[in-house]
Nanobody, 123 residues
Framework: VQLVESGGGLVQAGGSLRLSCATSGRSFSGYAMGWFRQAPGKVREFVASINWRGDRTYYADSVKGRFTISRDNAKNTVYLQMNSLKPEDTGNYYC?????????????????WGQGTQVTVSS
C-alpha cells in the first residue's frame, strides 16, 4: 500500500491550501482515511478523518470550521481543504489509511502512512 501526499507549500496567514493523498489500487475504498500533522519538536497529532463511505467526518477542535476532509473513492484519493490558515497550522501533514472503515482519531488505528507534505504558514 502506498500513500503519496501533495499540495503543501508556503502560504500567508489567512490563506488556503488543498492537500491531496493518492493511494494505490484496491487498498482504499473500504477503509477510513485520516490526516495528521507534526510540527518541529512536537508529537504527531490528529487533524481530521473520514469513514470509508465518506459520510462521516471528524475533526480536531483546533481545525473545526476551517478544514474540510473529503474523499473520492473512484480516484482513490482523499483531500484536505484548509482555509483561514494560521501560523500554528505549520507542520508536516501526513495521510494515513485506517485499519477499518470507521474513522478514529487515534494514531494506532491507522496502519499505512505517507511520507508527508510540508505546510508552512507565515504571519
Amino acid at each position: 500500500v502506498q500513500l503519496v501526499e501533495s499540495g503543501g507549500g508556503l502560504v500567508q496567514a489567512g490563506g488556503s491550501l488543498r492537500l491531496s493523498c493518492a493511494t494505490s489500487g484496491r487498498s482504499f475504498s473500504g477503509y477510513a482515511m485520516g490526516w495528521f500533522r507534526q510540527a518541529p519538536g512536537k508529537v504527531r497529532e490528529f487533524v481530521a478523518s473520514i469513514n470509508w463511505r465518506g459520510d462521516r467526518t471528524y475533526y480536531a477542535d483546533s481545525v473545526k470550521g476551517r478544514f474540510t476532509i473529503s474523499r473520492d473513492n473512484a480516484k482513490n484519493t482523499v483531500y484536505l481543504q484548509m482555509n483561514s490558515l494560521k501560523p500554528e497550522d505549520t507542520g508536516n501533514y501526513y495521510c494515513a489509511r485506517g485499519r477499518s472503515g470507521t474513522n478514529w482519531s487515534e494514531l494506532n488505528q491507522y496502519d499505512y502512512w505517507g511520507q508527508g507534505t510540508q505546510v508552512t504558514v507565515s504571519s
